[in-house]
């Protein structure tokens, strides 16, 4: 596979709507569910119309043969004072994991985020124990900034969270 980076809008919303549920139902990392975040399509979409209005947003997809491997957001804040920052979601399809798309999506929004010259901190928040993703950020510059000590709780007991910020032109 020799995926390509290309932009939410070359696709249809429904096609990014059924990758986004897969990462969400097949990954223990993520803190929040599907139903609590995007419930439907129309949340989705609505949460994308939030997000392209935005300036200096990011939303791309990791395509290869028509395929959906991974997508990646940066959410800019919508607060004037904390419009240079924002929040980084991303996630790869169950069974693709561990090839390299990651490393491509983020890659690829960084370099974007550089060339806008809006945004200047990305940050993201990542369960302690995902060491695929933390090996991830670390390798693209992000550090590890907080230690949010027991912020999840499940049926398995609790885990630390890690925030993390990078300066995007550092
Ligand atoms: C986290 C995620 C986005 C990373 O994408 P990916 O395509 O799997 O990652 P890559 O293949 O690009 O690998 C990234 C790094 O993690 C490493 N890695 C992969 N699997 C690993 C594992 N099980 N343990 C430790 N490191 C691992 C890779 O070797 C690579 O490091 P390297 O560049 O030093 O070799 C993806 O695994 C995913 O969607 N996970 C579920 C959802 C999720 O956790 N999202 C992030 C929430 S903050």
Do not use: C
């Amino acid at each position: 596979m020799d995926p390509s980076i290309r932009e939410f809008k070359d696709f249809d919303i429904g096609e990014i709507y059924a990758l986004v549920s897969d990462v969400y139902t097949t990954s223990d990392g993520m803190s929040e569910a599907l139903e609590e975040k995007f419930p439907d399509l129309e949340s989705f979409r609505q949460y994308i119309a939030a997000l392209s209005s935005r300036p200096g947003s990011i939303a791309l997809v990791a395509e290869s043969g028509g395929r959906l491997y991974g997508y990646l957001t940066i959410m800019p804040r919508y607060q004037a004072k904390l419009s240079h920052t924002s929040e980084l979601n991303m996630g790869v399809k169950h069974g693709a994991r561990g090839k390299g798309i990651g490393r491509l999506l983020l890659g690829d929004a960084l370099l974007r985020a550089r060339s806008s010259g809006v945004l200047e901190i990305i940050y993201l928040m990542v369960r302690a124990d995902n060491a695929s993703a933390i090996r991830l950020y670390e390798n693209m510059g992000f550090d590890r900034i907080a230690v949010l000590k027991n912020d999840t709780k499940t049926q398995n007991g609790y885990y630390d969270g890690w925030l993390m910020r990078k300066f995007v032109n550092d």
